[in-house]
T-cell receptor, first 112, second 113 residues
């Protein structure tokens, strides 16, 4: 079983749609969680950290369910510029908390 | 600030050749990381460093070596290139305090034939 699993997509949605991505992780001792965005052939960039209480940043909402070992990302009112691959990232509890484990990503295409 | 810079952008190697991927950051970050990303896969940690003179293995260190003689530079060495090392290599750095300060370089695409 992969440590971090995501639905690869692709998700093709019209502008203005709401889309949700899910991610599951296998190590129950993991403590920190993130969503990164990666544009085609570019480096990953931090989109948001995921806190236990859930957090929101504009049109983006991230939630964490520790009991189910599940992380989600909700994008409301999708823009063309949201088209990218979204990477779920979990901090593995080893190597002095320096070991980030990445999911393979969920690809989103927002169409006019 | 240039942030994290990587050279070269792209390289083709023959099996058995060696090369060094360069990574430099100008943010005075303590922590630096090397990842590889295979097509359709997530990034995997190769090596990391928590400061000059200190390096440690990540999840997939075999076939690679690193050094950290200065705060700014964290080169990755491939000694005997193999086709399995065909990948995109990303360097990253961050402050000791938090992951929100982690920034990635633009990547080096390596093809081993």
């Amino acid at each position: 079983r992969k440590e971090v699993e995501q639905d690869p997509g692709p998700f093709n949605v019209p502008e203005g749609a709401t889309v949700a991505f899910n991610c599951t992780y296998s190590n129950s001792a993991s403590q920190s969680f993130f969503w990164y965005r990666q544009d085609c052939r570019k480096e990953p960039k931090l989109l948001m950290s995921v806190y236990s209480s859930g957090n929101e940043d504009g049109r983006f909402t991230a939630q964490l369910n520790r009991a189910s070992q599940y992380i989600s990302l909700l994008i409301r009112d999708s823009k063309l510029s949201d088209s990218a691959t979204y990477l779920c990232v979990v901090l593995h509890p080893g190597r002095n908390n320096n070991d980030m484990r990445f999911g393979a990503g969920t690809r989103l295409t927002v169409k006019p | 600030n240039a942030g994290v810079t990587q050279t070269p952008k792209f390289r083709i190697l023959k099996i058995g050749q060696s090369m060094t991927l360069q990574c430099t950051q100008d943010m005075n970050h303590n922590y630096m990381y090397w990842y590889r990303q295979d097509p359709g896969m997530g990034l995997k940690l190769i090596y990391y460093s928590v400061g000059a003179g200190i390096t440690d293995k990540g999840e997939v260190p075999n076939g690679y070596n690193v050094s950290r003689s200065t705060t700014e530079d964290f080169p990755l060495r491939l000694e005997l290139a193999a086709p399995s090392q065909t990948s995109v290599y990303f360097c990253a750095s961050r402050w000791r305090g938090g992951w929100e300060t982690q920034y990635f370089g633009p990547g080096t695409r390596l093809l081993v034939l």
